[in-house]
Protein backbone atom coordinates (compact mmCIF):
# COMPACT_ATOMS: atom_id res chain seq x y z
CA UNK A 1 0.00 0.00 0.00
CA UNK A 2 1.07 3.51 -0.63
CA UNK A 3 -0.40 6.74 0.25
CA UNK A 4 0.36 8.54 -2.81
CA UNK A 5 0.68 13.18 -1.00
CA UNK A 6 0.96 15.51 -4.47
CA UNK A 7 1.95 15.01 -8.06
CA UNK A 8 5.25 14.46 -8.78
CA UNK A 9 6.40 14.58 -12.54
CA UNK A 10 3.90 15.39 -15.79
CA UNK A 11 6.08 13.84 -18.89
CA UNK A 12 4.67 15.54 -22.42
CA UNK A 13 4.86 13.51 -25.13
CA UNK A 14 6.19 16.20 -28.05
CA UNK A 15 6.33 15.99 -31.14
CA UNK A 16 8.81 19.20 -31.91
CA UNK A 17 11.74 18.88 -29.29
CA UNK A 18 13.41 22.24 -29.93
CA UNK A 19 10.90 24.30 -29.95
CA UNK A 20 8.98 22.71 -26.48
CA UNK A 21 12.60 23.13 -25.20
CA UNK A 22 12.46 27.06 -26.27
CA UNK A 23 9.02 27.53 -24.50
CA UNK A 24 9.59 25.79 -21.13
CA UNK A 25 12.79 27.92 -20.82
CA UNK A 26 12.16 31.40 -22.54
CA UNK A 27 8.01 31.57 -22.55
CA UNK A 28 7.23 29.27 -18.83
CA UNK A 29 11.03 30.14 -17.43
CA UNK A 30 11.69 27.03 -16.55
CA UNK A 31 15.09 25.53 -15.95
CA UNK A 32 16.66 23.15 -18.61
CA UNK A 33 18.25 20.52 -16.25
CA UNK A 34 19.76 17.63 -17.98
CA UNK A 35 18.52 15.09 -20.69
CA UNK A 36 18.30 11.29 -20.51
CA UNK A 37 19.45 8.75 -22.75
CA UNK A 38 16.09 9.30 -25.23
CA UNK A 39 16.67 12.49 -25.89
CA UNK A 40 13.96 13.14 -23.32
CA UNK A 41 14.71 17.07 -21.67
CA UNK A 42 14.25 17.74 -17.48
CA UNK A 43 12.61 20.44 -16.99
CA UNK A 44 13.18 22.36 -13.26
CA UNK A 45 10.36 24.42 -11.47
CA UNK A 46 12.18 24.60 -7.82
CA UNK A 47 14.33 22.29 -5.85
CA UNK A 48 13.84 19.11 -6.69
CA UNK A 49 15.75 18.10 -10.16
CA UNK A 50 12.95 18.00 -12.72
CA UNK A 51 9.24 18.62 -12.49
CA UNK A 52 8.23 18.09 -16.44
CA UNK A 53 9.96 15.84 -18.64
CA UNK A 54 9.66 16.69 -22.09
CA UNK A 55 9.79 13.28 -24.49
CA UNK A 56 10.80 13.31 -27.95
CA UNK A 57 8.29 11.35 -30.70
CA UNK A 58 4.93 12.11 -29.12
CA UNK A 59 1.86 13.59 -30.03
CA UNK A 60 1.79 17.12 -28.01
CA UNK A 61 -0.04 15.29 -25.02
CA UNK A 62 0.51 14.27 -21.48
CA UNK A 63 2.65 10.62 -21.68
CA UNK A 64 2.64 9.64 -18.29
CA UNK A 65 2.36 11.28 -14.09
CA UNK A 66 4.32 10.58 -11.03
CA UNK A 67 2.99 10.92 -7.70
CA UNK A 68 4.79 11.31 -4.57
CA UNK A 69 4.08 8.77 -1.80
CA UNK A 70 4.27 9.46 1.69
CA UNK A 71 7.14 7.77 3.45
CA UNK A 72 6.34 4.54 5.74
CA UNK A 73 5.99 5.56 9.14
CA UNK A 74 7.97 2.89 11.07
CA UNK A 75 5.49 0.63 13.31
CA UNK A 76 5.61 0.96 16.37
CA UNK A 77 6.74 -0.84 19.38
CA UNK A 78 3.51 -1.89 20.57
CA UNK A 79 1.53 -5.03 21.17
CA UNK A 80 -1.96 -4.80 22.10
CA UNK A 81 -3.00 -7.98 24.14
CA UNK A 82 -6.91 -7.87 25.12
CA UNK A 83 -9.78 -10.32 26.30
CA UNK A 84 -11.57 -11.45 23.05
CA UNK A 85 -15.13 -9.54 22.46
CA UNK A 86 -18.21 -10.50 20.34
CA UNK A 87 -17.74 -9.84 16.66
CA UNK A 88 -18.99 -6.50 16.34
CA UNK A 89 -17.04 -4.65 19.00
CA UNK A 90 -14.53 -7.06 18.00
CA UNK A 91 -13.70 -5.60 14.57
CA UNK A 92 -14.40 -2.06 16.21
CA UNK A 93 -11.40 -2.44 18.77
CA UNK A 94 -9.21 -4.20 15.93
CA UNK A 95 -9.89 -1.25 13.76
CA UNK A 96 -8.92 1.18 16.75
CA UNK A 97 -5.81 -0.81 17.70
CA UNK A 98 -4.54 -0.41 14.13
CA UNK A 99 -5.51 2.76 13.74
CA UNK A 100 -3.36 3.44 17.16
CA UNK A 101 -0.35 2.58 15.96
CA UNK A 102 -0.23 -1.09 17.61
CA UNK A 103 2.28 -3.77 16.03
CA UNK A 104 1.04 -6.79 17.26
CA UNK A 105 -2.88 -7.54 18.15
CA UNK A 106 -3.09 -10.53 20.67
CA UNK A 107 -6.45 -12.55 21.90
CA UNK A 108 -5.93 -13.72 25.30
CA UNK A 109 -8.18 -15.72 27.29
CA UNK A 110 -8.87 -15.21 30.88
CA UNK A 111 -11.15 -16.59 33.72
CA UNK A 112 -13.93 -13.90 32.97
CA UNK A 113 -13.53 -13.68 29.31
CA UNK A 114 -17.31 -14.17 27.35
CA UNK A 115 -15.61 -15.06 24.03
CA UNK A 116 -13.76 -18.32 23.66
CA UNK A 117 -12.62 -18.23 19.99
CA UNK A 118 -11.60 -15.24 17.45
CA UNK A 119 -11.90 -15.11 13.96
CA UNK A 120 -8.62 -14.39 13.05
CA UNK A 121 -9.25 -14.16 9.46
CA UNK A 122 -11.83 -11.55 10.49
CA UNK A 123 -9.40 -9.99 12.61
CA UNK A 124 -6.90 -9.57 9.81
CA UNK A 125 -9.38 -7.98 7.53
CA UNK A 126 -10.56 -5.48 9.56
CA UNK A 127 -6.94 -4.34 10.59
CA UNK A 128 -6.56 -4.51 7.26
CA UNK A 129 -9.13 -2.28 6.36
CA UNK A 130 -8.65 0.37 9.03
CA UNK A 131 -4.67 0.56 7.43
CA UNK A 132 -6.24 1.30 4.03
CA UNK A 133 -8.74 3.90 5.49
CA UNK A 134 -6.09 5.48 7.52
CA UNK A 135 -3.14 5.45 4.87
CA UNK A 136 -1.00 3.20 7.00
CA UNK A 137 1.24 0.98 5.29
CA UNK A 138 2.45 -1.70 7.73
CA UNK A 139 -0.03 -4.07 8.79
CA UNK A 140 -0.27 -5.37 12.32
CA UNK A 141 0.52 -9.13 13.28
CA UNK A 142 -2.46 -10.94 14.24
CA UNK A 143 -1.35 -13.99 16.72
CA UNK A 144 -2.94 -17.06 17.86
CA UNK A 145 -5.42 -16.75 21.09
CA UNK A 146 -3.46 -17.79 24.06
CA UNK A 147 -4.47 -18.53 27.57
CA UNK A 148 -3.11 -15.48 30.15
CA UNK A 149 -0.53 -18.02 32.43
CA UNK A 150 1.23 -19.50 29.59
CA UNK A 151 1.47 -15.90 27.63
CA UNK A 152 3.06 -14.52 30.84
CA UNK A 153 4.99 -17.46 31.35
CA UNK A 154 6.92 -16.90 27.72
CA UNK A 155 6.80 -13.15 28.06
CA UNK A 156 9.70 -11.05 26.57
CA UNK A 157 10.46 -9.59 30.32
CA UNK A 158 12.61 -6.65 28.43
CA UNK A 159 8.91 -5.46 26.96
CA UNK A 160 7.58 -3.82 29.79
CA UNK A 161 3.51 -4.75 30.59
CA UNK A 162 1.34 -1.61 31.00
CA UNK A 163 -1.44 -3.62 32.63
CA UNK A 164 -5.05 -1.76 32.37
CA UNK A 165 -6.36 -1.97 35.87
CA UNK A 166 -9.07 0.12 38.10
CA UNK A 167 -7.56 -0.43 41.32
CA UNK A 168 -4.13 0.54 40.65
CA UNK A 169 -2.49 2.29 43.58
CA UNK A 170 -1.82 5.55 41.03
CA UNK A 171 -4.73 6.75 39.80
CA UNK A 172 -3.02 9.08 37.51
CA UNK A 173 -2.03 7.12 34.59
CA UNK A 174 0.45 9.69 33.43
CA UNK A 175 1.83 9.82 36.45
CA UNK A 176 2.52 6.01 36.47
CA UNK A 177 4.01 6.09 32.76
CA UNK A 178 6.06 8.98 33.38
CA UNK A 179 8.96 6.52 34.22
CA UNK A 180 8.93 4.58 31.23
CA UNK A 181 11.65 5.84 28.24
CA UNK A 182 10.23 7.02 25.42
CA UNK A 183 9.80 4.15 22.26
CA UNK A 184 10.47 1.36 25.09
CA UNK A 185 8.82 -2.12 23.92
CA UNK A 186 5.39 -2.00 25.34
CA UNK A 187 2.12 -4.66 25.72
CA UNK A 188 -0.54 -2.99 26.49
CA UNK A 189 -2.96 -5.65 28.36
CA UNK A 190 -6.70 -5.03 29.01
CA UNK A 191 -9.13 -7.57 30.34
CA UNK A 192 -12.35 -8.85 30.52
CA UNK A 193 -15.52 -6.76 31.21
CA UNK A 194 -15.83 -8.94 34.12
CA UNK A 195 -12.25 -7.98 35.04
CA UNK A 196 -9.36 -10.08 35.90
CA UNK A 197 -9.55 -13.34 38.56
CA UNK A 198 -8.03 -12.14 41.49
CA UNK A 199 -5.00 -14.76 40.94
CA UNK A 200 -4.24 -13.47 37.53
CA UNK A 201 -4.38 -10.42 39.12
CA UNK A 202 -1.93 -11.41 41.67
CA UNK A 203 0.15 -13.39 38.96
CA UNK A 204 0.56 -10.11 37.25
CA UNK A 205 1.73 -8.03 39.99
CA UNK A 206 4.08 -10.47 41.05
CA UNK A 207 6.02 -10.28 37.50
CA UNK A 208 9.01 -7.49 36.94
CA UNK A 209 8.56 -4.90 34.45
CA UNK A 210 5.09 -4.56 35.51
CA UNK A 211 3.24 -1.19 35.22
CA UNK A 212 -0.14 -0.49 35.79
CA UNK A 213 -2.60 2.41 35.22
CA UNK A 214 -6.32 3.14 36.25
CA UNK A 215 -8.32 4.73 32.95
CA UNK A 216 -10.60 7.27 35.08
CA UNK A 217 -13.08 7.21 38.05
CA UNK A 218 -15.52 5.16 35.56
CA UNK A 219 -15.84 2.22 34.24
CA UNK A 220 -15.22 1.74 30.59
CA UNK A 221 -16.12 -1.10 28.76
CA UNK A 222 -13.61 -2.97 27.24
CA UNK A 223 -12.85 -1.78 23.46
CA UNK A 224 -13.80 2.01 24.94
CA UNK A 225 -10.66 1.03 27.39
CA UNK A 226 -8.27 0.28 24.24
CA UNK A 227 -8.61 3.35 22.78
CA UNK A 228 -7.88 4.84 26.25
CA UNK A 229 -5.10 2.92 27.45
CA UNK A 230 -3.23 2.92 23.82
CA UNK A 231 -3.99 7.11 23.21
CA UNK A 232 -2.38 7.44 26.87
CA UNK A 233 0.43 5.38 25.68
CA UNK A 234 1.45 6.59 22.39
CA UNK A 235 1.06 10.03 24.38
CA UNK A 236 3.39 9.60 27.18
CA UNK A 237 5.85 7.14 26.17
CA UNK A 238 5.14 5.78 22.21
CA UNK A 239 5.43 7.41 18.94
CA UNK A 240 3.01 10.16 19.44
CA UNK A 241 6.18 11.57 21.22
CA UNK A 242 7.88 14.66 18.98
CA UNK A 243 11.14 13.35 18.11
CA UNK A 244 13.16 13.68 14.81
CA UNK A 245 10.75 12.27 12.54
CA UNK A 246 8.16 14.40 13.35
CA UNK A 247 7.68 17.76 11.17
CA UNK A 248 7.50 21.20 12.54
CA UNK A 249 5.28 23.79 11.59
CA UNK A 250 7.69 25.09 9.35
CA UNK A 251 7.96 21.74 7.43
CA UNK A 252 4.24 21.51 6.99
CA UNK A 253 3.81 25.14 6.14
CA UNK A 254 6.79 24.26 3.06
CA UNK A 255 5.04 21.37 1.70
CA UNK A 256 2.25 22.74 1.64
CA UNK A 257 3.88 25.82 -0.52
CA UNK A 258 5.87 23.07 -2.49
CA UNK A 259 2.02 21.08 -3.44
CA UNK A 260 0.51 25.05 -4.50
CA UNK A 261 3.29 25.15 -6.78
CA UNK A 262 3.33 22.20 -8.05
CA UNK A 263 -0.34 22.03 -8.60
CA UNK A 264 0.20 25.79 -10.50
CA UNK A 265 2.99 25.01 -12.47
CA UNK A 266 1.19 21.55 -14.15
CA UNK A 267 -2.50 23.64 -14.16
CA UNK A 268 -0.41 26.12 -16.60
CA UNK A 269 1.48 23.74 -18.60
CA UNK A 270 -1.42 21.71 -19.05
CA UNK A 271 -3.80 24.80 -20.25
CA UNK A 272 -1.13 24.80 -23.18
CA UNK A 273 -2.07 21.49 -23.78
CA UNK A 274 -5.43 21.05 -22.92
CA UNK A 275 -8.98 22.00 -23.19
CA UNK A 276 -12.19 21.61 -20.65
CA UNK A 277 -13.35 19.63 -19.43
CA UNK A 278 -11.97 16.94 -17.10
CA UNK A 279 -10.03 13.93 -17.14
CA UNK A 280 -6.77 15.57 -15.39
CA UNK A 281 -7.51 16.25 -12.10
CA UNK A 282 -4.54 18.18 -9.52
CA UNK A 283 -4.81 17.95 -6.05
CA UNK A 284 -8.33 18.26 -5.37
CA UNK A 285 -8.22 21.25 -7.23
CA UNK A 286 -11.65 22.24 -9.05
CA UNK A 287 -9.60 22.58 -12.41
CA UNK A 288 -9.47 19.40 -14.96
CA UNK A 289 -8.31 19.18 -18.30
CA UNK A 290 -9.36 16.49 -21.22
CA UNK A 291 -6.24 16.51 -23.55
CA UNK A 292 -6.34 17.01 -27.30
CA UNK A 293 -6.02 14.11 -29.41
CA UNK A 294 -5.11 14.65 -32.95
Known amino acids: MASVTQLGYLGIGVSDLARWEQFAANVLGLEVNGADADGSIFLRMDEYHHRFILQPGGPDDVAFVGWEVRDQTAPADLHYLFAPLKSARLDYMVQKAVEMGAALLQPVLTRHGQVARVNLE????????????????????????????????????????????????????????????????????????????????????????VVRIALGPRILRADTAAVA??????????????????????????????????????????????????????????TAYRCRRS
Open 229 to 286: ALAIVQAVVGDWVTDDRRQTTDDRRQTKDDRRKMTDGASFFLSVLCRPPSVVRLNGSS
Open 122 to 209: RMRANAIEAAEQCGILSLPEIAEQADLTRLLAGRDPARTIVFCDEDAEVANPLAALSGLPPHAPLAVLVGPEGGFAEDERAMLLKLPN
